[in-house]
DNA sequence: CGAGCTGTTGAATGCGCTCAAAGCCCGTGG
DNA sequence: CCACGGGCTTTGAGCGCATTCAACAGCTCG
């Protein structure tokens, strides 16, 4: 049950998640030290799930590497991606009692757990590890009132712009972004058909932004174009 | 510069901030000890503006009375409506050093508001407080994904039946709501344009599903009914 | 009473959706 | 090794919802 911290990945993970200086920051020991007493470290392959909506919400979990999707199916038979998680994501924040969304590998993944119970009994008595979940979760609100405006005031080719960038900056690859999730994932997370989806790339390739690869690769060929082509409202080009 | 917690509806809105039992829980007296103490009592008209974004984050928001947006001007001329804002409705939260949208009053607003140096010298200290403020980010966490459900996945109808769902909850109205806001704003929020919020009210009129009194005054008159309205994948009644 | 703003309604356009077919990739089995 | 099949993606055609543009109604205020 021990964990390595500072394994390469898992401390970069960290890094990601609790700040650069995550492991000489001495508030911080006794989060470290629980972690490295308590915490788990899970893997899982392509397409299971790594936790299931409804369930009872015993763990919250680091991604040390591989990427996820977080979705919900609705009460009906459609589902909503809410996000893309990359290794540092922390996710399982909830304030319900069960998880209140699913989350499932896209390829390889490791992670780290630890049971909500030890976490929450730390953050009651130390209030550096409190206040540093309460900065996480700031981040998270940023994150997603980005999204609520991509997706309240974007076009269809902007939204897939816009992933792509965001891909790009979460991911920390070049610009050859290795993009493992299906056109319906994508779909799903921009609001928009999966048609719409391919339609977009296909204009994007068109108009020399990006080039298709192959399903799962993508190179983008000009991202400060790409940047324009999502804040404008105007299409900059329009055929 | 001392605020008495105890007048009723600054009471209401702590309670619905942080609990019903907030000036009776010991855990949390150092919190009110400070609001008590160095919280600052505003009040603002319908039409101005309680923040501005850019402005230095100095302060955190607890609003005690009337109804209040946030919204963002994006780099062009365009703007979005990110939420409407209720008594209890802490706001001001936020990772970065300046406020990164304004809020507007919609009617007479009265709120308290706390310098966030003292508040964060306070969960520095208190593991308490810390832990409120995650789970009060917590909780804003849900609402926003809600929000991304239904800007991504709901028809105009079907927006319109939420928000007004929502804002009978928020409110605390019967099914007689006050609607301060212009069309306009509602449009800004639900991603849709004023005209469609226009046509979706006549809509949802003919259905008499509600009842539009005056421009500012809304009748539910059927609540479930809008409630299968806001779930369906279909709008039950097509014509 | 007119000016200006907000809201409603109508007509026409267009973006994105649905439905459908064809292409591509890859694994499986003959 | 190749044929087949299934899943995913791409492309096309047609449609519909929501947008845009425009006119008009209703209200407030000077």
Same mark, same amino acid.
């Given at each position: ?119 929450? &009994? ?6 550096? $590890?409190? !206040? @540093? ?5 700031? #981040?998270? =609100? ?72 192959? &399903? ?6 000009? $991202?400060? !174009? @790409? ?5 404008? #409202?105007? =299409?900059?080009?329009?055929?």
């Amino acid at each position: 049950m021990a964990v390595d911290l500072h394994k390469a990945y898992i401390h970069t993970a960290l890094k990601f998640c609790f700040g650069p200086d995550v492991l000489s920051n001495l508030e911080l020991r006794s989060l470290l030290q629980l972690l490295a007493e308590h915490a788990e470290e899970i893997a899982a392959e392509a397409g299971d799930y790594v936790m299931q909506e409804g369930i009872d919400a015993e763990y919250l979990f680091i991604p040390t590497s591989g990427v996820m999707l977080i979705e919900r199916a609705s009460s009906s038979n459609f589902r909503h991606v809410y996000a893309f998680v990359f290794p540092g994501n922390l996710f399982g924040i909830s304030s319900e009692s069960r998880y209140p969304y699913s989350v499932k590998a896209l390829a390889p993944v490791s992670l780290l757990r630890i049971k909500r119970t030890h976490l929450d &009994q730390l953050m009651r008595t130390d209030p550096a $590890v409190a !206040r @540093l979940f309460y900065e996480i979760a700031t #981040r998270i =609100i940023s994150f997603l009132i980005s999204n609520l405006y991509m997706l309240g005031q974007k076009t269809a080719v902007q939204r897939v712009c816009y992933f792509l960038l965001d891909f790009q900056r979460m991911g920390n690859f070049g610009n050859e972004l290795f993009v493992p999730m299906t056109r319906k994932d994508i779909a799903c997370y921009l609001g928009i058909s999966e048609e719409t989806v391919s339609r977009a790339f296909t204009r994007l390739k068109q108009l020399q932004l990006i080039d298709v690869k192959s &399903q799962y690769f993508i190179e983008l060929l000009d $991202v400060s !174009r @790409l940047e324009q082509c999502c804040q404008e #409202r105007d =299409i900059p080009v329009s055929n």
